[in-house]
């Protein structure tokens, strides 16, 4: 006959390493051709029991069983086919439909045959459960290391070393880390910092150069503040929970993306919106006679020259400084301090113990526990019970006095270096990107209407 050889290994089982244990086994299959007269062709992978689209040999093979080139199937046992009890249906069908057989060295399959037809039902079904209980086993272990703080992820970020323990450890790139981190809080672009990192050398784990996405990868990796997967504390951090939770704001709240020919970035880009429709608002440059003006909007919100309007914010802005001094001299009575606290460590312990809720009832459907709909309805209730946690949890952390006057001094900060060094449009002073970074960490928008036969109206919204 002429058949097909299929080869296919996901896991090393034996200790011998995959390829040494394909073959073997294409060893074994060759022979039982050879010996009994059949021609045949090697299909070869390495994959998962995940779906047939993950497995393009397979995908494949039955496209050539469907046309008809082949009269049997050679493979080392039936669950080589699929584990996956959806797919080994579908092969099982495409099999019985083209009268092709299933030779394996213990014996032939005729799918046409009932006897044949259900033991290999019986055994693909067995298949496909037994390789659900390794799945969960092996999804179980795997968050039962992490919680011991083990690195089960592949190689280790950029900064870290896995020691024998399996745990992480900084290593000399950790500076390198700390400098991209403390870049973007002293108000570096994206941009910028990578052809910093480029001067000076820094290259990418791999020994590449750096890209946009590389720099946000790093900055939303909580691995740097010591969490894996959530845990928090499995190892040392590279940088302080408050250094990842400012930067990672930063790069979340507002995109750093280099400036277009039909997109450069001015000091309120993303932050003036029209007073009556609540659009946002840019810019329009006029060549001929070389002047800014912000945008008519088209609910009729009127024009302005944009360097007047600048002058409004900066003044607006700068006038801001003796408001949050004062705010910060009423700060901190201890009642206030030990209440915030008590309450911000009691939501704590809520999502916590709803997490752990989530967990279980992942555990529980993969167990066949519960049925989907009843998966999805706990879930939901669950997610929604921590949004609503982590949103009065946000909301007390404002609140909280310590970290409040933290950040109203960091505002002062701000403040003091768009005093010194902001000209308006950038000329000696900060780059007009560098203000549009130190404007967004201050303020969440700007109202702007200018109506008819009246003054502009301008106002700052502040965080």
């Keep these: 006959m002429k058949v097909a050889i299929y080869l296919r290994r996901s896991r090393d089982e034996e200790k011998l390493g995959i390829d040494e244990v394909l073959k073997v086994h294409q060893h074994t299959l060759v022979n039982l051709c050879e010996q009994q007269g059949h021609s045949y062709d090697i299909y070869r992978e390495v994959a998962s029991s995940s779906s047939i689209e993950n497995r393009p040999e397979m995908v494949r093979l039955l496209k050539r069983i469907k046309e008809g080139y082949y009269q ?44 044949d037809s259900l033991l290999v039902g019986v055994t693909s079904l067995i298949a496909s459960q037994e390789y659900k209980m390794i799945h969960k086993r092996m999804k179980r272990g795997k968050q039962y290391a992490q919680q011991q703080g083990l690195w089960t992820d592949g190689i280790p970020p950029l900064g870290y070393t896995k020691g024998k323990d399996k745990k992480l450890s900084p290593n000399d790139r950790a500076d390198d880390i700390r ?80 400036p277009r020919s039909k997109n450069k970035i001015y000091p309120t880009t993303g932050l003036i919106y029209c007073g009556n429709c609540g659009k946002v608002q840019g810019c329009n440059y006029h060549p001929h006679i070389d002047k800014l003006y912000i945008k008519v909007c088209r609910c009729g919100n009127r024009t302005f020259y944009y360097n007047d309007v600048l002058k409004l914010i900066k003044q607006e802005v700068l006038s801001q400084k003796e408001t949050i001094l004062t705010a910060i001299s009423s700060l901190d009575t201890e009642s206030e301090v030990d209440n915030t606290r008590h309450r911000i460590e009691l939501i704590t312990k809520a999502m916590k113990k709803a997490e752990k809720a989530l967990d279980k009832i992942q555990i529980q459907f993969e167990e066949d526990d519960i049925t989907l709909p009843q998966y999805r309805e ?27 006057r933290k950040t109203l001094e960091d505002y002062i900060r701000i403040i003091d270096e768009l005093s010194d060094e902001w000209e308006l449009l950038e000329s000696n002073g900060l780059s007009n990107e560098e203000v549009n970074r130190k404007l967004h960490s201050l303020i969440s928008g700007i109202v702007w209407r200018y109506p008819k036969n009246g003054e502009p109206i301008l106002r700052v919204i502040y965080k």
């Design 179 to 258: 400098y991209i981190f403390n870049s973007i809080i002293e108000g570096v672009t994206i941009p910028d910092l990578i052809r910093n990192l480029d001067r000076l050398q820094i290259k990418t784990r791999t020994g590449s150069k750096w890209h946009y996405n590389a720099i946000l990868r790093i900055v939303n990796n909580e691995v740097y503040k010591g969490n894996i997967h959530g845990i928090e504390g499995t190892h040392e951090a590279i940088v302080s929970v408050d250094t990842w939770k400012k930067a990672n704001t930063i790069v979340n709240e507002y995109s750093f993306k280099a």
């Design 72 to 115: 049997a199937v050679v493979v080392m046992d039936i669950d080589r086919l699929s584990r996956n009890e959806f797919d080994s249906s579908d092969i099982k069908r495409i099999l019985h439909d083209t009268g092709t057989l299933i030779i394996t060295p213990y014996r032939v399959y005729d799918l046409t045959q009932d006897d």
């Design 378 to 404: 706990r879930k939901a209730m669950r997610n929604e019970e921590l949004e609503i946690l982590r949103a009065e949890l946000d909301q007390l952390k404002k609140e909280d006095p310590s970290d409040k």
